[in-house]
């Protein structure tokens, strides 16, 4: 048998429980799949506190992976046993060794990208496309402000617009500073230019001449609550 993490009921950490499942053999257009990474996201916070009550109870959250195709139902033409295969799903069901998914959801992992890379990159990756390539369509010159650029997110942002060409200040908590250049030096990992500290869960301040001295394209701002 399978193992899945369910929850029963909103809460914190200690309403995850390991159960024993039954993964049925994949019906038409479907494959079943043996996880081998899982992404673990502040979404999935949110879900299993309750912030979000968008798994119906009992349920298997989650919504990114990287497994292997263990099994083809019918009609499966693209994918055959032993492919490496992720996924986001708005479906939720991933925490757990394995399940079935319709093939048409899934992507092809190259054999140069990790397991992990793979689980922990697919969904930031998508999300920083969108907002460089559909929210605003950036071009070199184009300035971005990043708010919460250390993160996952703001690091793969930050890298992104400035291989583009665009012009990058990103802001971090004061507790990231210490793993940072000092001030006004240019962060090679991040390729932002200008990194400035806030405190971490306040509201975002910047002084008058920053704002007033450029003409932004966009700003990125994000910050995720723990509950």
């Not at 990474?37 to 979000?52: A, E, K, P, Q």
């Not at 939720?92 to 959801?105: I, K, P």
């Not at 920083?128 to 919460?148: K, S, T, Y």
């Not at 793969?156 to 665009?166: D, K, V, Y």
């Amino acid at each position: 048998m399978a193992q899945a993490v369910v929850i029963e009921q909103y809460g914190g950490p200690e309403v995850l429980q390991l159960k024993q499942v039954d993964v049925p053999a994949p019906g038409a257009g479907q494959v079943r799949i043996k996880h081998t990474r899982i992404g673990v996201n502040f979404h999935d916070v949110y879900v299993r506190s309750g912030l979000y009550k968008t798994l119906p109870l009992p349920g298997t959250p989650g919504i990114e992976a990287v497994g292997v195709i263990e099994e083809c139902g019918a009609n499966v033409d693209r994918w055959k046993v032993g492919d490496r295969i992720a996924y986001v799903t708005g479906g939720y069901g991933v925490y757990a060794s394995e399940r079935l998914m319709n093939a048409a959801e899934l992507l092809h992992v190259p054999d140069d990208i990790s397991d992990t890379v793979a689980a922990s990159a697919l969904l930031r990756g998508l999300t920083v496309e969108m907002l460089l390539r559909r929210v605003h369509n950036f071009q070199p010159g184009d300035w971005v402000l990043v708010q919460a650029a250390a993160g996952g997110v703001g690091q793969l942002l930050c890298q992104w617009a400035s291989h583009i060409g665009a012009r990058v200040i990103g802001t971090v908590a004061a507790s990231f500073l210490p793993a940072f250049p000092a001030w006004g030096q240019r962060c090679p990992s991040f390729s932002a230019p200008w990194l400035p500290s806030l405190p971490r869960d306040s509201p975002v301040c910047f002084p008058g001449n920053l704002l007033s001295s450029r003409r932004w394209q966009v700003w990125f701002y994000y910050s995720p609550v723990l509950r």
